[in-house]
């Protein structure tokens, strides 16, 4: 699945940035390179396309050596970085020369490049909010005026200039990619107002919109599923959920919705199987302790105390050490599994997101001769460096008190779970089994083991989540309750 | 705390000298920073004219012509943040050569805010210091100032990083100045409010450490700083942030006499979060716990004397308590109570003692320390009572636990062996009580045996009450009436002030008079004041000598018939008659009829002793035929009056007159002398005469028998009629029997078909069955009461209402017997019982005709089992 997800946005950009290209061929309109050599542009554009050709190392030839043109080049070189993936490099280069060289052809193109890599790829966003907070030079593209100006109202929000913020914020034409965002975040201070209706409203808008940014259709799909789920249509949601094409970190917490909203369909197997698929090794540092509370209640439901005990157990185990540390009140900043859990919370999780990447494409070029741009390297090497610390120091400045949070949450989720455990502990382990009550998937074949699953070893398994579930069979005697899985909303 | 406060002086002198010599020395590189920006000509003589005009306005203010303050008026009116900075740079740099320090600070601090290049906020940063040391600056500004540098800080670091992982030259030592400037602004800030500072100040100076440990994380360790920092926290209300703080400081500390101090500190934190834990997190609980624990046990060890030494014992236990380590808490709560007994919170922590037991389950723990506890002087008498109380659930709990689970059928075996071992203990009326509720639960009927045991051995306990009443319910719902108003009756004798005891005493006596048990109900209608229906009890019961009592202490009305009756009864008839000749004046009534046919049966007596002594005796002649023709017209008033029964005795009667005088003028004496043929025909003329009589006679008992056919009379003086006189007829043949049953043993059936009732009380088949099974057992009155229950229900029970009515027979009432019947064979016409035994009443008392009616209704083998010896010859 993450490799598809990959080849998407590999095409986009391909499709892109070879309009780009192909306006830039014709010099006189749209974006694109203007000095330099077409036929050399041709050729570096073609070993783009061809994956075993290294169009970064092509030296250009000496007499287009000139400031406009090593603009150009670089700009090209961006194109290369996107093709392969890089787009924190692509951002930083087109960044660069657009701030460098504002109201140029080059500036233009720099510009224009930004805007569409940002429609398709999750891009370094407080750097973009940097450079559009500085950025004085004037555009007449509506789409790029609208990127500058978006970005420059939450830049100037940040600083607390709300007045300039909301002035910028109109610059932000109705008619671009960029207006959905700018619906996004109204949703987002509805949803704080507790107007979920008015935030519906806008993620419908949105959604309904052709122009809208990969990045935010998928947000806007996930959160409008989250406000479906807290409004008790659970089917609804896993649906929703379903059809989504998350970034990693968003399908952990995902996932875990798409749990809850199982359990409250009262399909304890799919709950399970979902569970499952969150402790597997795809997800081990994103895992949350949530998983756990939610077994320990379907342990409940089908009277499986003998789950729920061992699933106590395991929680125990799984967070001793952080408990030990809680416990003795240490620093929490010294346990990395707490600090590890911090960073999943979802804006510091961006940011650390962002570092991996970061480190990830400076390895990729780090040794790379990459003679189309001169100095490139050293640019790109500085520039990744100031970033990572950059983001390093934002997550800095809110991590002691994300991590506050995380450990008072792990505390009360170990009350909740000690208060279940206590529960089944009044209870026998195994009660008379109802044998006319089968959790089995349909078209799995029943084993008379208590408890199968389908292991995930894989990240192919989107799709198929459905398929995953794990086969229990309920201890409730009959007098109790037992909890019969529904079908309903299949 | 003073030792914090003079900390705070010292960081403040130290970040004075710190300031002015880091100032020295990247001031000067700073001077080429970009906050110098490139300002148009215009906008820089627009800024600096705005300046100079707020600075006139400064210096001379009088409240008038008020001019806005630079950032107010350029935020207004420029286009953007970088025009802005440029024009608050141009502004602050003017304030300042004019002294106005706090003005020109506040521009230099928008300048920071508004600006990203690290180098020019850096000088951004340096002026505001400077402009800051030499006036004031708000608290808001302050940590935004805090904020701004260490963000600056951040920045720094990271351009200024070099591929060796060190900062470069210039970076470190800007670092550097910002540090002592941070750390200096934090001090002040703490300084500031330390003395007045509300809450919300302390928690910006608590903001403004946070942000300095961001920035400066080595420094942070300074004990200086964590002194200033945990006080701040403190005054804050951020609880067990500050214990945390204090308790590292203690630990940090080399001296005894500090950490001593600090530990006490940290106590005093910890302790506070526990009392406000309603706004405190879970993890802050978890620390305030632990804190209050692991640094309050030790401490109170020496400082048992300490005015919060009670606190601390108290704050250990209820932390042990808050995380379900009972064992401990018990332990801490029980050194609290024995250390410091006086305290208030003593109450509480027994409570929590005993609540530490319950959450083990462990109750005989929980009633071994309540027989301690419960003692103490800490607890009222409320107190005392609810602990009773909770030691008996205990208790009962404890034995619930011994006997198994709850339900089967060795629980309840179990129990009462348990009771019968701790017979005279408590224990083993726990143990009855437990089981009797487990036999109620399910629907047992031993459940009575265990219940009526309980409420004999242990009339003072508790939960008598409840066990009665349970009783009650249960037997009503099993129409076990007998029972139910046996247990009603307990229920009220023991809890006479209960508001349900005065109506359950009535619904008692009410149903014992169903019974037939007229004597309960007596003595229950006596106990409850009904005069009436003590006197309707003793005239059903036909005990007259007591009737003859109670019948003065009611309305006149009914009272002068039962009092003339239970004379009559008792023989002393002439002491009734005038009671009865005032009765019969009344208007016409079933008891003025009564009454008269009581006077004319005594005139009939009268009438018959009329004898001649001679044939010469004319008077005792005379007398004989006045008193004929009275008592004959006497008589047919009664006749004519047509009160049912009373009509049919009076026809006897006048029969019986006619028979008697025609027999008085039969054998009326011979006059003496006579010859014998003349003797002939005097005997002739006398029997002539007297055959008129007979006749007449006769008649009367044949009109006697019509009206009793005709309008279905049956009494016994109709039999009386059939006999043509011959069968004497007494009074009282027809009165209902009201003794109760000699044989009252319980049906073999009837357990079996209670169970059920349990089960669905609303059940009319499976009440008739029992109720037949009461017929059975000729306890009529019984059946009568469960067959009536089944009509309550189910008004159209056919089998009921003839179920009624076989009871009504065998009890005499044969008037309620054909009443009964007819009104089931009216719903069911085929309806055996009521068929069949009507059938036999018909033919007992010779009413062919009505008798053929049914015939058709008796096919073969419709026999039914519950038949009269009436019925039994068709």
């Given at each position: 699945?993450?490799?598809?997800?990959?080849?998407?946005?590999?095409?986009?950009?391909?499709?892109?940035?070879?309009?780009?290209?192909?306006?830039?061929?014709?010099?006189?309109?749209?974006?694109?390179?203007?000095?330099?050599?077409?036929?050399?542009?041709?050729?570096?554009?073609?070993?783009?396309?061809?994956?075993?050709?290294?169009?970064?190392?092509?030296?250009?030839?000496?007499?287009?050596?000139?400031?406009?043109?090593?603009?150009?080049?670089?700009?090209?070189?961006?194109?290369?970085?996107?093709?392969?993936?890089?787009?924190?490099?692509?951002?930083?280069?087109?960044?660069?020369?657009?701030?460098?060289?504002?109201?140029?052809?080059?500036?233009?193109?720099?510009?224009?490049?930004?805007?569409?890599?940002?429609?398709?790829?999750?891009?370094?966003?407080?750097?973009?909010?940097?450079?559009?907070?500085?950025?004085?030079?004037?555009?007449?593209?509506?789409?790029?005026?609208?990127?500058?100006?978006?970005?420059?109202?939450?830049?100037?929000?940040?600083?607390?200039?709300?007045?300039?913020?909301?002035?910028?914020?109109?610059?932000?034409?109705?008619?671009?990619?960029?207006?959905?965002?700018?619906?996004?975040?109204?949703?987002?201070?509805?949803?704080?107002?507790?107007?979920?209706?008015?935030?519906?409203?806008?993620?419908?808008?949105?959604?309904?919109?052709?122009?809208?940014?990969?990045?935010?259709?998928?947000?806007?799909?996930?959160?409008?599923?989250?406000?479906?789920?807290?409004?008790?249509?659970?089917?609804?949601?896993?649906?929703?959920?379903?059809?989504?094409?998350?970034?990693?970190?968003?399908?952990?917490?995902?996932?875990?919705?798409?749990?809850?909203?199982?359990?409250?369909?009262?399909?304890?197997?799919?709950?399970?199987?979902?569970?499952?698929?969150?402790?597997?090794?795809?997800?081990?540092?994103?895992?949350?302790?949530?998983?756990?509370?939610?077994?320990?209640?379907?342990?409940?439901?089908?009277?499986?105390?003998?789950?729920?005990?061992?699933?106590?157990?395991?929680?125990?185990?799984?967070?001793?050490?952080?408990?030990?540390?809680?416990?003795?009140?240490?620093?929490?900043?010294?346990?990395?599994?707490?600090?590890?859990?911090?960073?999943?919370?979802?804006?510091?999780?961006?940011?650390?997101?962002?570092?991996?990447?970061?480190?990830?494409?400076?390895?990729?070029?780090?040794?790379?001769?990459?003679?189309?741009?001169?100095?490139?390297?050293?640019?790109?090497?500085?520039?990744?460096?100031?970033?990572?610390?950059?983001?390093?120091?934002?997550?800095?400045?809110?991590?002691?008190?994300?991590?506050?949070?995380?450990?008072?949450?792990?505390?009360?989720?170990?009350?909740?779970?000690?208060?279940?455990?206590?529960?089944?502990?009044?209870?026998?382990?195994?009660?008379?089994?109802?044998?006319?009550?089968?959790?089995?998937?349909?078209?799995?074949?029943?084993?008379?083991?208590?408890?199968?699953?389908?292991?995930?070893?894989?990240?192919?398994?989107?799709?198929?989540?459905?398929?995953?579930?794990?086969?229990?069979?309920?201890?409730?005697?009959?007098?109790?309750?037992?909890?019969?899985?529904?079908?309903?909303?299949? | 705390?003073?030792?914090?406060?003079?900390?705070?002086?010292?960081?403040?002198?130290?970040?004075?000298?710190?300031?002015?010599?880091?100032?020295?020395?990247?001031?000067?590189?700073?001077?080429?920073?970009?906050?110098?920006?490139?300002?148009?000509?215009?906008?820089?003589?627009?800024?600096?004219?705005?300046?100079?005009?707020?600075?006139?306005?400064?210096?001379?203010?009088?409240?008038?012509?008020?001019?806005?303050?630079?950032?107010?008026?350029?935020?207004?009116?420029?286009?953007?943040?970088?025009?802005?900075?440029?024009?608050?740079?141009?502004?602050?740099?003017?304030?300042?050569?004019?002294?106005?320090?706090?003005?020109?600070?506040?521009?230099?601090?928008?300048?920071?805010?508004?600006?990203?290049?690290?180098?020019?906020?850096?000088?951004?940063?340096?002026?505001?210091?400077?402009?800051?040391?030499?006036?004031?600056?708000?608290?808001?500004?302050?940590?935004?100032?805090?904020?701004?540098?260490?963000?600056?800080?951040?920045?720094?670091?990271?351009?200024?990083?070099?591929?060796?992982?060190?900062?470069?030259?210039?970076?470190?030592?800007?670092?550097?100045?910002?540090?002592?400037?941070?750390?200096?602004?934090?001090?002040?800030?703490?300084?500031?409010?330390?003395?007045?500072?509300?809450?919300?100040?302390?928690?910006?100076?608590?903001?403004?450490?946070?942000?300095?440990?961001?920035?400066?994380?080595?420094?942070?360790?300074?004990?200086?700083?964590?002194?200033?920092?945990?006080?701040?926290?403190?005054?804050?209300?951020?609880?067990?942030?500050?214990?945390?703080?204090?308790?590292?400081?203690?630990?940090?500390?080399?001296?005894?006499?500090?950490?001593?101090?600090?530990?006490?500190?940290?106590?005093?934190?910890?302790?506070?979060?526990?009392?406000?834990?309603?706004?405190?997190?879970?993890?802050?609980?978890?620390?305030?716990?632990?804190?209050?624990?692991?640094?309050?046990?030790?401490?109170?060890?020496?400082?048992?004397?300490?005015?919060?030494?009670?606190?601390?014992?108290?704050?250990?236990?209820?932390?042990?308590?808050?995380?379900?380590?009972?064992?401990?808490?018990?332990?801490?709560?029980?050194?609290?109570?024995?250390?410091?007994?006086?305290?208030?919170?003593?109450?509480?922590?027994?409570?929590?003692?005993?609540?530490?037991?319950?959450?083990?389950?462990?109750?005989?723990?929980?009633?071994?320390?309540?027989?301690?506890?419960?003692?103490?002087?800490?607890?009222?008498?409320?107190?005392?009572?609810?602990?009773?109380?909770?030691?008996?659930?205990?208790?009962?709990?404890?034995?619930?636990?011994?006997?198994?689970?709850?339900?089967?059928?060795?629980?309840?075996?179990?129990?009462?062996?348990?009771?019968?071992?701790?017979?005279?203990?408590?224990?083993?009326?726990?143990?009855?009580?437990?089981?009797?509720?487990?036999?109620?639960?399910?629907?047992?009927?031993?459940?009575?045996?265990?219940?009526?045991?309980?409420?004999?051995?242990?009339?003072?306990?508790?939960?008598?009450?409840?066990?009665?009443?349970?009783?009650?319910?249960?037997?009503?719902?099993?129409?076990?009436?007998?029972?139910?108003?046996?247990?009603?009756?307990?229920?009220?004798?023991?809890?006479?002030?209960?508001?349900?005891?005065?109506?359950?005493?009535?619904?008692?006596?009410?149903?014992?008079?169903?019974?037939?048990?007229?004597?309960?109900?007596?003595?229950?209608?006596?106990?409850?004041?009904?005069?009436?229906?003590?006197?309707r009890?003793d005239f059903l019961a036909g005990d007259w000598k007591?009737l003859e009592?109670?019948s003065?202490?009611?309305?006149?009305a009914l009272g002068l018939y039962y009092y003339a009756l239970s004379l009559w009864r008792q023989g002393r008839q002439a002491e009734a008659l005038p009671r009865l000749k005032q009765l019969s004046t009344r208007p016409e009534s079933e008891h003025s009829a009564h009454a008269r046919f009581l006077l004319a049966q005594r005139a009939l007596d009268d009438f018959r002793a009329i004898q001649m002594?001679?044939?010469?005796?004319?008077?005792a002649l005379v007398a004989k035929v006045k008193s004929f023709q009275a008592l004959s017209k006497e008589l047919n008033d009664i006749v004519r009056i047509g009160a049912g029964k009373w009509t049919i005795a009076a026809l006897y009667l006048l029969g019986q007159t006619n028979l008697d005088l025609g027999r008085f003028i039969a054998t009326s004496p011979?006059?003496?002398?006579?010859?014998?043929?003349?003797?002939?025909?005097?005997?002739?003329?006398l029997a002539k005469q007297a055959k008129e009589y007979g006749v007449a006679s006769t008649q009367n008992f044949k009109l006697c028998l019509e009206t009793a056919e005709k309008f279905e009379v049956f009494t016994r003086y109709a039999k009386g009629c059939r006999m043509r006189g011959k069968l004497e007829v007494k009074e009282e043949s027809d009165t209902i029997i009201a003794a109760?049953?000699?044989?009252?043993?319980?049906?073999?059936?009837?357990?079996?078909?209670?169970?059920?009732?349990?089960?669905?009380?609303?059940?009319?088949?499976?009440?008739?069955?029992?109720?037949?099974?009461?017929?059975?057992?000729?306890?009529y009155?019984?059946?009568?009461?469960?067959?009536?229950?089944?009509?309550?229900?189910?008004?159209?029970?056919?089998?009921?209402?003839?179920?009624v009515g076989i009871s009504r027979l065998f009890l005499n009432d044969l008037e309620g017997a054909a009443l009964m019947f007819k009104k089931?064979?009216?719903?069911?016409?085929?309806?055996?019982?009521a068929?069949w035994n009507l059938a036999g009443l018909y033919r007992e008392f010779g009413f062919a005709s009505h008798s053929k009616e049914l015939?058709?209704?008796?096919?073969?083998?419709?026999?039914?089992?519950?038949?009269h010896p009436m019925a039994e010859k068709l």
């Open positions: 699945m993450w490799s598809r997800f990959a080849l998407c946005v590999v095409a986009s950009l391909l499709v892109q940035l070879s309009a780009m290209a192909e306006s830039g061929s014709h010099r006189e309109d749209g974006p694109g390179p203007k000095v330099l050599n077409s036929e050399f542009v041709a050729k570096f554009r073609d070993a783009i396309s061809r994956k075993d050709a290294k169009a970064l190392e092509m030296a250009p030839e000496e007499s287009i050596a000139t400031q406009p043109a090593a603009y150009e080049l670089r700009l090209l070189a961006a194109e290369a970085f996107a093709h392969a993936g890089n787009s924190l490099a692509a951002q930083m280069i087109t960044m660069d020369v657009a701030s460098r060289v504002p109201g140029t052809s080059q500036g233009a193109w720099a510009l224009a490049a930004l805007d569409q890599l940002a429609q398709s790829s999750d891009l370094d966003e407080s750097a973009l909010e940097d450079m559009a907070y500085e950025f004085e030079g004037s555009v007449s593209r509506p789409s790029e005026k609208a990127m500058l100006a978006w970005y420059r109202s939450r830049a100037y929000a940040r600083r607390g200039f709300e007045t300039w913020a909301t002035k910028a914020l109109t610059l932000v034409g109705k008619d671009t990619r960029w207006y959905a965002d700018r619906l996004f975040d109204e949703a987002t201070d509805a949803l704080v107002d507790d107007n979920a209706d008015a935030a519906n409203t806008f993620y419908a808008e949105i959604l309904k919109s052709k122009s809208v940014r990969a990045p935010t259709r998928e947000m806007t799909a996930l959160n409008r599923a989250r406000l479906v789920f807290e409004r008790g249509n659970y089917a609804e949601s896993v649906n929703i959920a379903r059809t989504l094409d998350l970034p990693l970190r968003e399908r952990a917490r995902a996932l875990i919705e798409m749990a809850w909203s199982r359990f409250y369909l009262k399909q304890y197997g799919k709950a399970l199987g979902i569970l499952k698929v969150v402790d597997s090794a795809f997800f081990e540092s994103l895992r949350s302790p949530e998983a756990d509370l939610l077994r320990m209640l379907i342990g409940r439901e089908l009277c499986r105390y003998d789950l729920m005990k061992k699933t106590a157990t395991e929680f125990r185990e799984r967070y001793a050490k952080t408990f030990k540390h809680i416990d003795s009140r240490r620093r929490l900043d010294r346990d990395e599994q707490l600090k590890q859990m911090a960073l999943q919370t979802r804006h510091l999780q961006k940011r650390a997101t962002l570092i991996h990447r970061y480190r990830t494409e400076r390895r990729s070029f780090a040794e790379d001769d990459l003679a189309i741009s001169k100095g490139l390297r050293e640019f790109l090497l500085r520039s990744f460096a100031v970033r990572e610390r950059r983001l390093e120091a934002e997550i800095a400045r809110s991590l002691p008190r994300e991590i506050e949070d995380v450990a008072s949450q792990l505390v009360d989720l170990r009350q909740q779970i000690s208060v279940l455990e206590a529960a089944a502990l009044n209870k026998p382990t195994s009660a008379r089994v109802i044998d006319d009550v089968d959790y089995g998937f349909e078209s799995t074949s029943y084993t008379k083991f208590d408890q199968t699953y389908w292991p995930v070893d894989n990240e192919s398994w989107w799709d198929e989540l459905d398929a995953y579930q794990v086969l229990m069979q309920p201890h409730c005697a009959d007098e109790t309750t037992p909890a019969k899985e529904s079908d309903a909303n299949e | 705390m003073i030792r914090a406060i003079i900390f705070s002086f010292i960081l403040v002198l130290f970040c004075s000298w710190k300031i002015t010599a880091a100032a020295e020395s990247a001031g000067t590189k700073s001077a080429t920073g970009s906050v110098a920006e490139t300002v148009t000509d215009e906008a820089s003589t627009q800024a600096i004219a705005y300046a100079d005009k707020y600075a006139a306005y400064l210096k001379t203010s009088d409240g008038a012509g008020a001019v806005e303050s630079p950032v107010e008026y350029f935020k207004k009116n420029l286009e953007s943040p970088q025009a802005y900075r440029r024009s608050m740079a141009k502004i602050a740099e003017r304030l300042g050569t004019k002294s106005l320090w706090a003005s020109a600070a506040e521009a230099w601090l928008e300048v920071l805010v508004a600006t990203s290049d690290a180098n020019a906020r850096f000088e951004a940063a340096l002026k505001w210091s400077e402009a800051v040391r030499k006036s004031k600056a708000s608290m808001k500004d302050r940590l935004r100032f805090v904020e701004q540098a260490v963000m600056t800080v951040q920045e720094l670091r990271g351009r200024g990083s070099r591929g060796d992982g060190k900062i470069g030259k210039k970076e470190a030592t800007q670092i550097e100045y910002l540090e002592v400037a941070v750390r200096d602004t934090v001090t002040r800030m703490q300084q500031s409010v330390r003395d007045k500072g509300q809450i919300e100040d302390f928690a910006s100076v608590v903001r403004g450490y946070e942000f300095y440990q961001i920035g400066f994380p080595q420094q942070s360790e300074n004990s200086k700083i964590q002194v200033n920092r945990a006080e701040s926290l403190f005054r804050a209300q951020e609880w067990s942030r500050a214990g945390l703080e204090f308790e590292s400081l203690s630990a940090a500390s080399k001296s005894a006499e500090k950490k001593a101090e600090f530990r006490e500190s940290a106590i005093q934190a910890y302790v506070k979060a526990l009392n406000d834990s309603d706004n405190a997190t879970p993890l802050a609980l978890v620390r305030a716990r632990r804190g209050v624990r692991e640094v309050g046990t030790s401490w109170l060890a020496k400082n048992l004397r300490h005015p919060a030494a009670a606190s601390t014992a108290y704050n250990i236990g209820q932390s042990w308590y808050e995380d379900r380590a009972y064992p401990q808490a018990i332990k801490a709560f029980n050194f609290f109570l024995e250390k410091f007994n006086k305290d208030s919170r003593c109450r509480d922590a027994i409570f929590m003692i005993i609540n530490s037991y319950s959450q083990k389950e462990d109750f005989r723990g929980l009633i071994r320390a309540s027989k301690k506890l419960v003692k103490l002087p800490a607890l009222s008498d409320d107190d005392q009572k609810a602990i009773r109380e909770l030691m008996r659930r205990a208790q009962l709990k404890d034995v619930q636990t011994i006997a198994g689970a709850f339900g089967t059928k060795e629980y309840a075996a179990n129990l009462l062996e348990l009771a019968s071992k701790h017979k005279d203990s408590s224990l083993g009326a726990t143990a009855l009580y437990e089981a009797f509720t487990s036999m109620n639960s399910k629907h047992e009927p031993e459940m009575f045996e265990v219940g009526e045991s309980l409420l004999d051995k242990f009339p003072n306990a508790a939960y008598t009450k409840n066990v009665a009443g349970s009783m009650v319910k249960a037997a009503l719902l099993t129409a076990d009436f007998e029972r139910a108003a046996k247990y009603m009756t307990i229920y009220s004798s023991r809890y006479p002030t209960d508001p349900e005891s005065s109506a359950l005493r009535k619904n008692a006596a009410q149903i014992s008079e169903w019974l037939g048990d007229f004597k309960e109900a007596t003595r229950l209608y006596r106990n409850l004041g009904d005069v009436e229906s003590v006197a009890c007591l009592g109670s003065t202490k009611i309305n006149p002594k001679d044939a010469n005796d004319q008077s011979i006059p003496l002398g006579l010859q014998p043929n003349e003797v002939k025909v005097y005997r002739r003329a109760p049953e000699k044989n009252n043993s319980t049906p073999k059936t009837a357990a079996e078909l209670r169970k059920k009732l349990y089960e669905s009380p609303g059940d009319t088949k499976t009440l008739t069955y029992l109720a037949a099974a009461y017929v059975q057992e000729r306890q009155w019984t059946a009568t009461a469960i067959y009536n229950r089944a009509l309550e229900l189910d008004p159209r029970n056919a089998e009921a209402m003839a179920g089931a064979l009216a719903i069911a016409p085929n309806e055996p019982t068929a015939a058709s209704k008796r096919p073969k083998g419709s026999r039914p089992v519950l038949l």
